[in-house]
């Protein structure tokens, strides 16, 4: 995990070195010809390139911050960003439950966490579209959904790409016990994050903006 140096002990999230490095050193590379090329005109351009690609290696930086978090009680939102539906399920792997979807945008921090201690009784990614997050068709795109068995019984985590969002990146494997508020994948760019809960008293409402770890959506003893 790569260190940024800011307040809250700033990190990297796992997964997104590789997109930095590559933005941050494709911009020197035409720095350096911006430099050395005689013709101005061409090298103005080169130069305008590499304030471009020196932009969006700061946009990444900021887009894969990973802050450590104070960890909640009870059960805990699973991403960063606004509740958009909560809804009655019949799931045909947990059951008679309450599906929590929450949005992300560029603005949240996109690695998600644990929403209750358990462990990891299935994992499987999914191929599909690139359909905007917040449509009911994004149900189709590509996704990573985890079984979890936990002490309230069987909760699931699907993690779905969006318009932006072109990979899911698991932290976590089948057979994994994970604690709490532990982190459990990353959505590059985007999207949406769904967590299926035996029927609890859920405490937040479509609207609520919540914090992976730290915000409580459900009690357990309920």
Known sequence: MVKFGVKNNMKIARGSKSWILSTFFNGL?????SLILREVELGAVLFLICIC???LTVFFLVFFRDPDRKIGKNIVAVA???IREITEENDKDVGKCTKISTFMNVQNVHVNRMPIDGKI????HFSGFHIPAFKKESEKNERVSMLIE???GMIKVVQIAGTLARRVVPYVKKGDTVKKGERIGIIRL???VDVYLPSKKITVKVGSRVKAGEDNIAEINA
């Open 190 to 192: 985007g999207s949406r």
């Open 80 to 82: 960063d960003g606004k």
């Open 29 to 33: 590379i035409f720095l350096v010809l």
């Open 53 to 55: 690609f020196f932009l």
């Open 121 to 124: 009784i299935d994992l499987k």
């Open 150 to 152: 936990t002490k309230i």
